[in-house]
């Protein structure tokens, strides 16, 4: 198969298309329409931020308008580039030239506005079905290469965050250590964060997706950590919370249990073991300790392309985690007005238990 077509060490975006042709018979529709970055960059290669790539019917097709026809002539692989101002338009004259009466698409993808633009101009004749939990899982399983870049990407966090950890002292605003580790992050290959970095401290620690400020960390002070890297695409995540000097008691009783939690989920994890038992051992350790009300999140996701993908690892999911997912485990206990604590290292799925792909020790750092 042509070099154009296949990605060293993976599948063909062919056969990624391939997939979704085969899912549409059980999805009882004649083709599909994405419109999410993500999906589409997986399904083709193109990088752009907005294009519609349409799947059944005869050959792939990526409408994009002219801000990037000529960049996804040069990347899209398997898809014919068809440039029109209006995408909605390009989709539905697609769709009416192929004669086609039941159409699906991305819903999580699709606002409202667009969904009903779409209902307007394709008439009764075409039926529209949104899918959701139906294609949520079609990246769920990595391949050798996507694999490499999120290694990569998990590589670069890890090792910026420890070149930071001299710049945690009391005084320093969570706004600049923030700053400070993006700018490490990128100066080691990072094409951006994967998310906006969590920097917290104190009792904003308290805040589990909180944005850094401009106060000063304190003495005494935990500080919580959320980072990730991207790397060709593909994201990194990784928590770790630091003691800026010495805590007292109550606040290492509560980072040993997360840790401890965070520890036996990661025990847990292999191909056939189901996403809430693992959620189920990093909360029952969490509430034997007496924290049980304080854990207001789920123990972990799934990571690629975005930094939140399927699988969920919480007592909702009724997945089972496969060989070559990646996920994290991220167990929390968050004290409102007190302070909080977050550990989370991110992992790939293996047969017989996990690799851990980021690098920071989680055993309670203090930086005096």
Do not use: N
Not at 127 to 136: C, R, S, W
Not at 150 to 157: E, G, L, Q
Not at 292 to 314: C, D, M
Request: proline share 4%; glycine share 12%.
């Amino acid at each position: 198969m042509s070099e154009l077509l296949r990605e060293e060490g993976g599948v063909s975006f062919p056969e990624r298309t391939a997939r979704i042709r085969e899912g549409l018979s059980r999805w009882s529709a004649e083709g599909i329409a994405f419109f999410g970055a993500p999906g589409i960059r997986y399904l083709t290669g193109f990088t752009g931020s907005e294009g519609t790539l349409f799947v059944g019917g005869g050959v792939p097709v990526l409408i994009v308008d002219g801000r990037y026809t000529t960049q996804a002539r040069a990347e899209a692989r398997g898809a014919e580039v068809v440039e029109f101002r209006d995408r909605m338009e390009g989709l539905c004259r697609l769709i009416a030239e192929r004669g086609l009466g039941t159409v699906a698409f991305e819903a999580a993808s699709l606002s409202c506005e667009a969904y009903f633009t779409l209902r307007e101009r394709l008439g009764e004749k075409v039926v529209l079905k949104p899918l959701g939990k139906e294609i949520a899982g079609i990246r769920k399983i990595k391949e050798p290469r996507e694999v490499e870049r999120i290694r990569r990407a998990a590589a670069i966090a890890s090792e910026a965050f420890l070149s930071v950890l001299e710049h945690l002292k009391p005084g320093r605003a969570e706004i600049d250590i923030a700053r400070r580790l993006e700018w490490e992050m990128e100066e080691r290959g990072s094409e951006k964060p994967s998310f906006e970095t969590i920097v917290v401290a104190g009792k904003r620690a308290a805040l589990p997706h909180g944005k850094p400020g401009k106060a000063g960390i304190g003495y005494g002070d935990v500080v919580v950590v959320d980072f990730g890297a991207v790397v060709e695409g593909y994201c990194s995540d990784e928590t770790c919370t630091v003691a800026v000097g010495r805590i007292p008691p109550e606040k290492k009783k509560v980072y040993e249990a997360v840790k401890e939690a965070h520890d036996r989920a990661i025990e847990q994890v292999r191909e056939g073991v189901s996403c809430r038992e693992v959620d189920r051992i990093a909360r029952g350790w969490i509430e034997k300790a007496g924290f049980g009300s304080f854990f207001t999140h789920g123990t972990g996701h799934g990571v690629g392309l975005e930094v939140h993908e399927v699988p969920r690892i919480s007592t909702v999911d009724d997945g089972v985690l496969e060989e070559g997912m990646v996920i994290t485990v991220e167990p929390g206990v968050y004290i409102p007005g007190e302070f909080g604590v977050r550990i989370e290292d991110l992992l790939l799925v293996k047969k017989d238990g996990c690799e851990i792909l980021s690098s920071v020790p989680k055993d309670l750092m203090i930086v005096e």
